[in-house]
């Protein structure tokens, strides 16, 4: 998703500034300049988020252990009624409760009512890591293209070359997904195109 960002915002730089300047240093400038600040805050926003995530996850950890001091039987109950609540019958769902209560009652009542696992948390550097590679790369193809192509057809190129990499993002995200990857590539496209379409229209007025 974080090349798929590149694409889209760098195409929608490059190619406003195309529309509006045929300076092809303005172009280029432009197209670094949005690919650098997108991957600076593609980093911090991950960073950030994935932090504030782990505090809340750490919060929820800290408000259970209370929980569980206070009124335990509440807490049993919770993770039982949840089980039935799936589907499961009554004695069974009372029997895994008791066996998971008695091996982990922190970890087994987490996940049950906040739904995520007691130490399995995401690495705020790593999350920012890879946002920091996949905006940059998706980024060059667009700032490749309007650099690339003659100039009588680098505007229709360009857009073509956007629209045919956001196919390949969109389908290659919903496959990885398990979603339907017409839906995926459409939706993809669409974006893109309006993006592009916004950005051009508004380049062409200011050039004007």
């Given at each position: 998703m974080g090349a798929n960002d590149g694409i889209v915002s760098v195409a929608g730089i490059v190619l406003g500034v195309a529309a509006a300047t045929s300076n092809n240093f303005a172009i280029f400038i432009s197209g670094i300049s949005g690919m650098l600040a997108g991957t600076v805050s593609m980093a911090m926003g991950?960073?950030?988020?994935?932090n504030?995530?782990?505090?809340?996850?750490?919060?929820a950890i800290t408000t259970q252990k209370q929980a569980l001091a206070d009124s335990y039987d509440n807490e049993f109950n919770t993770v039982k009624d949840k089980l039935v609540t799936d589907g499961i019958s009554t004695d069974l769902a009372q029997q895994a409760t008791k066996e998971m209560m008695a091996k982990d009652p922190i970890k087994t009542t987490v996940r049950q009512k906040y739904g995520f696992t007691v130490g399995e948390y995401t690495n705020p550097l790593s999350a920012a890591l890879a946002s920091m590679i996949s905006f940059p790369t998706g980024s060059i193809l667009p700032l490749l293209a309007i650099t690339?192509?003659?100039k009588p057809i680098r505007i229709q190129a360009t857009f073509i070359a956007v629209l045919i990499a956001?196919?390949?993002?969109?389908?290659t995200a919903a496959k990885l997904?398990?979603?339907?990857?017409?839906?995926?590539?459409?939706?993809?496209?669409i974006s893109g195109t309006?993006?592009?379409?916004?950005?051009?229209?508004?380049?062409?007025l200011i050039g004007s």
């Open positions: 991950e960073f950030v988020s994935v504030t995530q782990k505090d809340s996850e750490r919060n690339l192509f003659p956001l196919a390949i993002t969109g389908y997904g398990n979603a339907n990857t017409r839906h995926g590539i459409v939706r993809n496209v309006l993006t592009m379409i916004v950005t051009f229209v508004i380049g062409t």
